[in-house]
């Protein structure tokens, strides 16, 4: 996981320490982004594992034991990191995935992204990435498109993801894209997808 959690209590302490006096309180301060990357880093400690907190992960689905038949709904986060030449961009947001195990669908989205940007300040992303299609019958492949936007500030990307399904019975995916399509304001950048999601078990 990108350590944004480190930039956003930096940004966080750096606007306090610039605050003036007067004006009202926007309730306890705390930046309410820093509690869903705390829920991000959860949902990856118990999907992937994390050896800093002894969380072992789950294993790989079976090929025996993936459904044949109904839909699972996948929910969880995305995260993107851009190596733009100056400053990486690292940036997190909600993902959604729902697959048809008996006709091969595959549809869902990413949005509510936030991260830095290009001059290393912590901003929210609009727009969103759509997934409108994949493979669920040999590993996990989910096909995505889509532009972000912040201030001025344009990031498309388009791919595939691949990667797996996991537990027994199906409880969560995870897959990657590690040379997606993309361009930062019209120039080409190398960028990784990622995409965690849990589910309610099995169809």
């Given amino acids: 996981m990108f350590d944004l959690k480190h ?15 007067g004006g009202e309180s ?6 309410p982004r820093i509690a869903r990357i705390d829920s991000y880093d959860a949902l990856n400690a118990r999907v992937l594992g994390d050896q800093s907190i002894g969380a072992i992960g789950m294993s790989i689905t079976p090929d025996g034991a993936l459904p044949a038949t109904g839909t699972a709904e996948f929910e969880g986060f995305a995260t993107i990191r851009v190596e733009n030449p100056d400053t990486p ?40 990435i759509v997934i409108d299609g994949g493979s669920v019958s040999d590993g996990l492949s989910l096909e995505y498109g889509g532009t972000l936007e ?32 993309g361009a930062y304001n019209g120039a080409s950048i190398d960028a990784t997808v990622i995409i965690v999601g849990e589910g309610s078990g099995a169809p």
């Fill in 150 to 181: 912040a201030a001025g500030d344009t990031l498309t990307l388009s791919g595939t993801m691949n990667g797996a399904f996991f537990g027994d019975p199906v409880s969560a995916i995870a897959a990657a894209d590690y040379e997606p399509e």
């Fill in 89 to 128: 961009l690292v940036l997190y947001g909600d993902a959604n995935v729902a697959i048809g195990f008996d006709d091969h669908s595959v549809h869902g989205g990413m949005d509510r992204f936030f991260g830095t940007n290009a001059d290393g300040a912590v901003t929210d992303y609009s727009g969103g």
């Fill in 7 to 21: 930039i956003l209590f930096c940004c966080i302490m750096l606007l306090a320490a610039c605050g003036g006096g």
């Fill in 26 to 31: 926007a309730g306890s301060g705390i930046d």
